[in-house]
């Protein structure tokens, strides 16, 4: 096995891809916050192709690793030890695997090991663009959208001297920056919220008036904040994964990642501090992402939360086995077909029904194996994102609301923590709040309707919807997930 590092990149086998550009050339122009898998798949693979193409060399991103767990850092040791190179294997669904190894993180800063160096490096003039996957609940937003300065995570953070949030962390690098003349950066939000970029300056600029209400002001004049669409399919890379991976790649890389074939980018053209070419890489523009979001939150995934959800209850684990079950795919059709897309205006260039047509091809992909368990992980704040809009619209246009029901109902039964067969899964809800939890899995099923998570939906308000829910989640007790779905929710 072949240790991945500068040194050893450039005797790799020729069927694995490697950085066509000068390494030792490029310098920091992007840093990202939470450097996670699908950062790795997604937007440091644009970037490979911007560093590939003539005068884009000060484009090199810095990745910033915000959390303080050994799992962080371990992938702190790991990037250092490979001086930021990992292997990419994109998998489609009808040609072989192939195998990439991506230089676009240049370097690596672990800022628990000292956060004040973090945010110093965030100050650096040379940084124009701070991205960010920071997960959709590490927003914090509540249903109304405003950003919560009491919640403990909040107000502690805003005592301290150096933050730990992101929001802390953007806030004391662009102080810095103020004061030292140095001017803003552009906060490109990567999640999968509706209107990222606007719930990204919200929070920020939230945070930031709680903090320096001077500062907050200039920020608010000189940051920008694009909204942006980002879609990859990238499953979690568990132990057993980083063995399959390196056994076909030959290489011992600690910190593999693994994906589909299909990426997409759509970004608002609002970068105050300059941007790479991202336009001549795929990357889509446009005035306005809301009707891209909107679409691939409320189809893409919110069929993942129905399959994540339901076929964690019913005993799956992989996505591409999911979609061997007749009535799993009935499902997610009927939702696209009758729930979401009724309510959604197309962006330009896409067919709603050819999008999720493509979506079903996608979850196919047996190549990439995807994890039930990774997608159901954070429901509590997935759903929020995923189904509201549509859950109340149906409600609004009194449509029978049986599919959002059944998710509903399997988001309550999952949360019990066994499925149909009484085996039991990992549970990783990190945003359910104890009450919630309590309302979750008590023995009033009404009582869960009252969840925070549902507040604002409108559902207790609609006895249609009450009637779906006592219906399907009974029956879920009573016979299990899978003969719900046949018997109730498909009839
Ligand atoms: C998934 C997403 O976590 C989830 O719930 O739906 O991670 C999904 O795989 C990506 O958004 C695809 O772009």
């Known amino acids: 096995m072949t240790i991945l590092n500068t040194t050893s990149l450039p005797h790799l086998p020729p069927e694995i891809m490697v950085p066509s550009y000068d390494r030792g050339k490029v310098t920091p122009g992007i840093a990202h916050l939470s450097?996670?898998?699908?950062?790795?798949?997604?937007?440091?693979?644009?970037?490979?192709?911007?560093?590939?193409?003539p005068g884009q060399s000060d484009w090199g991103i810095v990745g910033i690793g915000l959390m303080d767990s050994p799992g962080e850092a371990d992938k702190a040791d790991a990037m250092k030890a490979q001086d930021c190179l990992y292997s990419l294997t994109e998998c489609a669904p009808d040609a072989p695997d192939t195998v990439r190894v991506i230089g676009s993180i240049i370097?690596?800063?672990?800022?628990?090991?000292?956060?004040?160096?973090?945010?110093?490096?965030?100050?650096?003039p040379a940084i124009r663009i701070v991205s960010m996957t920071i997960t959709e609940g590490g927003y914090y937003v509540d249903e109304n959208g405003h950003f919560p300065l009491d919640l403990p995570v909040i107000a502690e953070d805003l005592k301290r001297d150096v933050p730990h949030t992101a929001f802390g962390v953007l806030t004391e690098a662009l102080r810095l920056r103020r004061?030292?003349?140095?001017?803003?950066?552009?906060?490109?939000?990567?999640?999968?919220?509706?209107?990222?970029?606007h719930v990204a300056r919200n929070a920020t600029l939230t945070w930031a008036r709680a903090r320096d209400a001077a500062l907050a002001e200039w920020m608010a004049d000189n940051v920008t904040f694009p909204c942006t669409m980002v879609d990859r399919i990238t499953p979690a890379v568990r132990p057993d994964d980083v063995r399959r991976l390196d056994a076909a790649s030959g290489l011992d890389d600690r910190i593999p990642v693994f994906c589909e074939d299909f990426i997409q980018w759509v970004i608002e053209d609002k970068?105050?501090?300059g941007r790479p070419e991202f336009d001549a890489v795929g990357v889509q523009f446009t005035d306005n992402v809301y009707p891209y979001e909107e679409v691939k939150l409320r189809m893409l995934n919110a069929s993942h939360s129905l399959l994540g959800l339901s076929g964690v209850l019913s005993g799956y684990r992989i996505?591409?086995?999911?979609?061997?079950?007749?009535?799993?795919?009935?499902?997610?059709?009927?939702?696209?077909?009758?729930?979401?897309?009724p309510l959604l205006t197309a962006p330009p260039g896409m067919e709603l029904h050819e999008y999720g047509a493509l979506l079903l091809r996608r979850f196919r992909n047996h190549a990439i194996s995807d994890q039930l368990l990774r997608i159901a992980s954070d429901s509590t704040s997935?759903?929020?994102?995923?189904?509201?809009?549509?859950?109340?619209?149906?409600?609004?246009?009194?449509?029978?609301?049986?599919r959002v029901a059944f998710v509903i109902s399997c988001y309550l039964e999952y949360l019990r923590g066994h499925d149909d067969?009484?085996?039991?899964?990992p549970i990783m809800e990190p945003h359910l709040s104890a009450p919630d939890r309590a309302l979750a899995t008590g023995?009033?099923?009404?009582?869960?309707?009252?969840?925070?998570?549902?507040?604002g939906w409108g559902l207790t308000e609609s006895p249609d919807f009450v009637t779906c829910y006592r219906t399907v989640r009974q029956a879920i007790r009573a016979h299990g997930t899978r003969r719900t779905l046949a018997e109730v929710v498909l009839t």
């Not at 898998?37 to 490979?48: D, G, K, M, P, Q």
């Open 35 to 53: 450097v996670g898998n699908f950062h790795r798949a997604h937007e440091a693979v644009y970037l490979e192709r911007i560093l590939a193409r």
């Open 107 to 124: 370097e690596y800063v672990h800022a628990p090991a000292d956060r004040a160096a973090a945010i110093e490096r965030l100050a650096d």
């Open 179 to 197: 004061d030292r003349g140095i001017g803003p950066f552009t906060v490109l939000s990567c999640d999968n919220l509706p209107q990222n970029g």
């Open 271 to 273: 970068f105050c501090a």
């Open 319 to 341: 996505v591409s086995d999911i979609m061997a079950d007749m009535n799993e795919v009935s499902l997610v059709e009927r939702y696209l077909g009758l729930d979401a897309e």
């Open 382 to 402: 997935k759903l929020q994102m995923f189904i509201r809009e549509t859950a109340m619209g149906l409600l609004a246009t009194h449509r029978t609301p049986i």
């Open 421 to 425: 067969n009484g085996a039991t899964y």
């Open 443 to 455: 023995a009033d099923l009404d009582a869960a309707l009252n969840m925070s998570v549902f507040a």
